[in-house]
C-alpha cells in the first residue's frame, strides 16, 4: 500500500541546472508525480570558492580549452553522496502530487536483486559521467541501471572534469564513464538527458504498457519495421494490405520479413549478432521469381509440384496451367537456372518441357 521510498534517485550536477529542466515533462514527470523517480539538480558552483567561483583551470601540460576542477567536483560528489538533496525537480502537474503524501504514493513492484560484480560494491551509488571517451551506453545498460536505487551523474564541461576526480569517486561510487555516441556535444547535459530517459523508461510502471518495452527495437537484436496506422488510404498512399487482412500468421511473418530486411539495409553488422531461423534466411536469401514453361498437353498436379519444389528451395505461391503453359510464380533463393531446373524435376518423370525463370 505504501512506498516509502522511491524507486529510483537520479542526481545531477552541473553548472547549467536549467538544461536539465526537461526531466520535469512527460514521461519522466509521471513518473516522479506517481513517486517511482526522484530527482534532484545540483549547481556545482555551490562548492566553488573564491572571489570568482571559478570551476574550470588550464589543462596540465597544456593545450587547448579548460579542465574542470577537482577541488570543486571533490566536495560536490561528497556530499551528494553523503545524501544532500539539492533542487528537487517537481512535476509540472504538482497539484496531482500535492494529493499524495510522500509516504503513501502508489505500489512499486521491488526490483529483483543483482549479484555485485567483483570489486564493485552493489551498495554504493552509480557515478555515471558522460564523456566523448566513455564506453558505449547500450540498451543493455539502459536495463542494468533501471534496476539501480540511485544513479549520480556528473555533467562535465569545456574539455571535461579532472580524472582524479573519477579515481576519488571510486571510494563512494561505482565510476562509469559512457558515451552516448560518436560524434561530439559541448557537455554532458544532454546525454543525461539521453540516459535518464532511456533508464526511466524501463522502469515498471513508468510506461502504461510494460509489455511495449519487450518488443522494441534491439529487443530482440533487430530494428523494427515500419508501422501504419488509419486511414488505409492517405494522399494517396496505401497502407500494406496484409495489415488489413486480419490475417495474424501473415502479418507477423510479414513484419518480420520488414524487420529483417531494414536491419540488412541500415545495420548488417546487427544481423551477425542474432540467430536467424530457417525461415528468416529463406526471407532474406530468396526473391520474387516466375517460372514460365511449355509442357505440351502433360497433366500436371499443381500440389504434387509444390511439394517437389519446396523440397528443392522453390516455394510456389501461385501455380496456372492453361492450354500448353505452365506459370509457377513464387519465392527462391535458387538462381534462375537451378529455379529452372528445379520445376523440370518436379514435372512428372519423361515431361517434354521448354521453360526459363526470370527474376
Ligand atoms: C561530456 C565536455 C565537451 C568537447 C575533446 C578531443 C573530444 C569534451 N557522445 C558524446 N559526445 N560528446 C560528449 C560529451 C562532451 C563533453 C562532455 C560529454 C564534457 N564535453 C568536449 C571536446 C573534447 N575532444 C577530440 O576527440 C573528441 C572533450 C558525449 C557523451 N556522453
Known amino acids: 500500500m505504501s512506498n516509502p521510498k522511491p524507486a529510483l534517485r537520479l542526481d545531477v550536477v552541473t553548472i547549467f541546472p536549467e538544461y536539465l529542466d526537461p526531466l520535469r515533462h512527460a ?4 513518473a516522479i508525480e506517481q513517486g517511482i523517480l526522484s530527482v534532484g539538480v545540483h549547481d556545482l558552483r555551490d562548492w566553488a570558492t573564491g572571489n570568482h567561483k571559478s570551476v574550470d583551470a588550464p589543462p596540465l601540460g597544456g593545450g587547448p580549452g579548460m579542465v574542470m576542477k ?14 544532500r538533496t539539492g533542487t528537487e525537480l517537481d512535476s509540472a502537474a504538482k497539484h496531482r502530487n500535492d494529493k499524495l503524501r510522500h509516504d503513501d504514493v502508489a505500489n512499486v513492484a521491488p526490483r529483483p536483486y543483482e549479484s555485485p560484480v567483483a570489486g564493485d560494491d552493489a551498495s554504493k551509488p552509480l557515478l555515471l559521467v558522460p564523456t566523448p571517451a566513455g564506453k558505449p551506453f547500450t540498451q543493455a545498460d539502459a536495463r542494468a541501471w533501471s534496476r539501480e536505487e ?22 563512494r561510487y561505482r565510476v562509469r564513464e559512457v558515451s552516448i555516441g560518436d560524434y561530439v556535444l559541448i557537455g554532458g547535459e544532454v546525454a543525461v538527458l539521453v540516459i ?7 522502469i515498471p510502471g513508468v510506461l ?5 518495452h519487450e518488443e522494441d527495437s534491439f529487443s530482440d537484436g533487430l530494428l523494427e519495421g515500419p508501422s501504419y496506422t488509419k486511414p488505409r488510404v492517405w494522399r494517396g498512399i496505401e497502407a500494406p494490405e496484409v495489415l488489413t487482412s486480419g490475417d495474424h500468421k501473415k502479418v507477423d511473418a510479414w513484419r518480420r520479413e520488414q524487420s529483417l530486411k531494414r536491419t540488412r539495409a541500415v545495420r548488417p553488422e546487427l544481423l551477425e549478432q542474432v540467430e536467424l531461423s ?3 534466411r529463406f526471407m532474406l536469401d530468396s526473391r520474387e521469381v516466375v517460372s514460365v514453361f511449355e509442357v505440351g498437353g502433360q497433366r500436371v498436379v499443381a500440389k504434387q509440384l509444390r511439394r517437389a519444389l519446396k523440397q528443392a528451395g522453390y516455394r510456389a505461391e501461385t501455380i496456372e496451367r492453361n492450354e500448353t503453359t505452365l506459370t509457377v510464380k513464387g519465392r527462391t533463393a535458387l538462381s534462375l537456372e537451378d529455379a529452372t531446373q528445379a520445376v523440370a524435376d518436379a514435372l512428372p518423370k519423361g515431361t517434354q518441357w521448354s521453360g526459363y525463370t526470370a527474376g
Open 27 to 30: 514521461l519522466l514527470g509521471k
Open 70 to 83: 577537482p577541488e570543486v567536483w571533490g566536495p560536490a560528489l561528497d556530499d551528494i553522496a553523503a545524501g
Open 150 to 171: 540511485h544513479i549520480v551523474f556528473a555533467c562535465g564541461r569545456y574539455e571535461g572534469i579532472d580524472q582524479r576526480v573519477f579515481e576519488d569517486a571510486k571510494q
Open 196 to 202: 535518464a530517459e532511456a533508464v526511466t523508461r524501463l
Open 208 to 212: 502504461g504498457n510494460t509489455e511495449s
Open 278 to 280: 530457417e525461415e528468416d
